[in-house]
Each structure stands twice: as structure tokens, then as C-alpha cells.
């Protein structure tokens, strides 16, 4: 993991908001990765310590659930859903075709910041799989052909 070094004050307010317990460790690392765009270690340090929470906890909550990332993620996370239904009709498709447009595979963010590609294993929308999310969008029966539409790249942009 490399080190990010960041402005702390954003972090320091987040935690101004919530009783400095382990009770509110979930929520002030959604409000830190909603601000940052992941967990900084220097912000995850400074939650250990206002919540008096041991910092293996605070690592240990950071990796076991999706949500959190200890890199920076793109402006748009891209997910594929890879469960079952999706991968029969052809998620590992979707996922080849971003790698070609924006070069890069799944957990990489592209150098300009703009997109991390995620597999993720269940969407619970298999009636419409292959099921593709770019930010809060969900595109169903997705196709290689339409991933420039998807992501608001190109010509297609204004045909939705």
C-alpha cells in the first residue's frame, strides 16, 4: 500500500460529528471514503485514535467489506457484475472491452483518475445480466459494443 498523504481537517470534521465511540466506526469510513475517495492511512490512524478503536480493527473493518478502498478510486467506479447469470451471457466480455478502452482491469484505476473497474459477484438483477454499473447507473443486457454510451465517452453521449 503506498502512502497518500492527506489534509486531515477533512477527516477531523467527519469525526466532530459522531460520538468518539466504536459504535460509529462504519459510518465515519463511509463519510472518509465518500470525502476522499478511499481510506487514507493517515485518516484511518486518526479514527483509531478519536474512536479508541485498536488500528487492526480499524484495517480489518477497511478490507472485509467492498465498499472500502485503501488506494484512490477513480471520479466513476465502474462495476461488472461476474455472478453466475452475468458471467453465462458474457460479463467477461464487458470486462476485456473496458480493458481495451481505458486500459485497465479490474481493482485499477486509469492514470487520469476519472474510472476504477470493478468485478463485483452479485448485483441481484440476473433477469437483466449481464448487468454493468457506472457510478449510480445500471445498464442491463450490456453489450461490449455500447461500453463508449455507458460511460458518457464519445458520440454516443447524447443518445440515450
Given at each position: 500500500?503506498?502512502?497518500?498523504?492527506?489534509?486531515?481537517?477533512?477527516?477531523?470534521?467527519?469525526?466532530?460529528?459522531?460520538?468518539?465511540?466504536?459504535?460509529?466506526?462504519i459510518q465515519?469510513?463511509?463519510?472518509?471514503?465518500r470525502s476522499?475517495?478511499?481510506?487514507?492511512?493517515?485518516?484511518?490512524?486518526?479514527?483509531?485514535?478519536?474512536?479508541?478503536?485498536?488500528?487492526?480493527?480499524?484495517?480489518?473493518?477497511?478490507?472485509?467489506?467492498?465498499?472500502?478502498?485503501?488506494?484512490?478510486?477513480?471520479?466513476?467506479?465502474?462495476?461488472?457484475?461476474?455472478?453466475?447469470?452475468?458471467?453465462?451471457?458474457?460479463?467477461?466480455?464487458?470486462?476485456?472491452?473496458?480493458?481495451?478502452?481505458?486500459?485497465?482491469?479490474?481493482?485499477?484505476?486509469?492514470?487520469?483518475?476519472?474510472?476504477?473497474?470493478?468485478?463485483?459477484?452479485?448485483?441481484?438483477?440476473?433477469?437483466?445480466?449481464?448487468?454493468?454499473?457506472v457510478g449510480?447507473?445500471?445498464?442491463?443486457?450490456?453489450?461490449?459494443?455500447?461500453?463508449?454510451?455507458?460511460?458518457?465517452?464519445?458520440?454516443?453521449?447524447?443518445?440515450?
Open positions: 500500500m503506498e502512502h497518500h498523504a492527506v489534509d486531515l481537517s477533512q477527516t477531523d470534521e467527519i469525526l466532530s460529528k459522531y460520538p468518539a465511540e466504536e459504535a460509529s466506526l465515519v469510513l463511509q463519510d472518509v471514503q476522499y475517495r478511499f481510506l487514507p492511512a493517515d485518516a484511518l490512524v486518526r479514527v483509531a485514535d478519536t474512536l479508541q478503536v485498536p488500528l487492526a480493527k480499524v484495517f480489518s473493518v477497511s478490507t472485509f467489506y467492498k465498499a472500502f478502498a485503501l488506494e484512490p478510486q477513480g471520479e466513476t467506479i465502474i462495476k461488472i457484475c461476474m455472478g453466475t447469470a452475468c458471467h453465462i451471457r458474457g460479463a467477461g466480455q464487458l470486462v476485456e472491452e473496458l480493458q481495451r478502452k481505458l486500459g485497465v482491469g479490474p481493482d485499477e484505476t486509469t492514470d487520469d483518475m476519472k474510472f476504477t473497474v470493478k468485478t463485483v459477484n452479485c448485483v441481484g438483477a440476473c433477469a437483466m445480466a449481464p448487468v454493468m454499473i449510480d447507473s445500471y445498464h442491463g443486457a450490456a453489450k461490449p459494443a455500447r461500453i463508449e454510451k455507458y460511460l458518457g465517452l464519445g458520440e454516443a453521449e447524447n443518445d440515450n
